[in-house]
């Protein structure tokens, strides 16, 4: 809803290997919702949103699969921030499996 009304241009994820396995169920959603998603042999939980007034990144120690622990996480809009993560995930994606 929120691509189509052009307040989102992208969303990018990248998730662990080990993700593949707990997320099978979940994979036909993850498709719709995000632009692109990735699996690399990496543990970062990192989410990418961009538009044209917009560089969000959220990134945390909470897993995208269902857990009853004590978790942190970081929602920034921070630019700088937001272009080091981007460019460590260009790093990762020459090494990751594209879904």
Do not use: P
Not at 27 to 33: E, G, L, Q, T
Not at 88 to 97: L, P, V, Y
């Amino acid at each position: 809803m929120l691509k189509n009304k052009g307040l989102i241009g992208t969303v990018t994820v990248v998730l662990d290997f080990k993700a593949i396995l707990k997320t099978q169920k979940l994979m036909h959603f993850a498709r719709n919702v995000f632009s692109e998603l990735y699996y690399a042999k990496t543990h970062a939980k990192i989410v990418l949103v961009e538009n044209q007034s917009h560089n969000i990144s959220i990134t945390g120690s909470q897993n995208f699969t269902k857990g009853n622990r004590e978790e942190n996480g970081l929602i920034m809009n921070d630019f700088n921030v937001f272009d080091k993560y981007k460019t460590e995930i260009e790093r990762i994606k020459t090494e990751a499996i594209k879904q």
